[in-house]
């Protein structure tokens, strides 16, 4: 049952939402995003009562999907722009009862299924790296920090701003990076992640290890669903 601040909600985890999402999206929305998460394409955010139209962010595209969503925009204003990035938008006020579902499916239909993406995985060696200690500190090659503007230098107050900006941006990058040490590996992959969170979630096959059951179990559908194998 959805609580009191139901529907009141910024980005949350997606793995969260999939599991309460009577908490997180408004019923009307339900059944679009279920869809759009049969097809693996996982949303980011979507309207609740207090909007004018009925919108859905979606977080990652296959670059299939991406190029398809981008052609799309040229010729049609229902996709593009949406709270936090890009998506799908009806010119619907919300409203309880108010269910959107086939304006929103018309749309979905137009999209295949797609493989996880990189917002559901990591490597190999990003495990290694972030969760197994397998990593050294480098001097960040973009660390190059630009001498802060005078504004008695500049005439014009916009170029002053635009230049202090660049020099905000410059000193705010880290000195220094982390980057994957293989010499610090000890164990094999298998035994690393036997003993990790993660020991169910991996796909030997393509190096992918999945952030949880959800991801994998995805991926997995999406695999028997194409009969992916790599040779």
């Not at 980005?11 to 999939?18: G, L, P, S």
């Not at 999206?25 to 869809?35: G, H, Y």
């Amino acid at each position: 049952m959805a609580s009191d601040r139901a529907y009141q909600y910024s980005v949350v985890d997606m793995k969260v939402v999939y599991d309460d999402i009577d908490e997180y999206i408004i019923p009307e929305n339900q059944r679009a995003c279920k869809l759009l998460w049969s097809k693996n394409i996982f949303t980011k955010m979507c309207n609740n009562y207090d909007n004018v139209d009925s919108w859905i962010t979606i977080s990652l595209f296959s670059e299939e999907n991406k190029k398809l969503f981008d052609e799309l925009a040229l010729k049609d204003k229902r996709f593009g722009r949406t709270w936090g990035g890009i998506g799908f938008r009806i010119p619907v006020k919300p409203s309880k009862g108010n269910d959107t579902y086939e304006s929103f499916k018309e749309l979905i239909d137009l999209f295949p299924m797609q493989d996880v993406q990189k917002d559901g995985y990591m490597t190999v060696e990003e495990f290694l790296e972030y969760y197994e200690g397998c990593y050294k500190m480098i001097a960040n090659p973009e660390y190059k920090p630009l001498i802060k503007p005078r504004l008695q230098d500049y005439d014009d107050p916009i170029l002053y701003s635009q230049a202090f900006s660049a020099y905000v941006e410059s000193v705010s990058k880290p000195r220094e990076i982390r980057v994957f040490d293989e010499t610090k590996v000890v164990k094999s992959t298998d035994e690393y992640l036997a003993e990790s969170k993660f020991a169910n979630f991996y796909d030997a096959e393509e190096g992918k290890i999945f952030y949880n059951k959800m991801y994998y179990d995805a991926h997995m559908r999406y695999k028997e669903c194409n009969k992916v194998h790599r040779i």
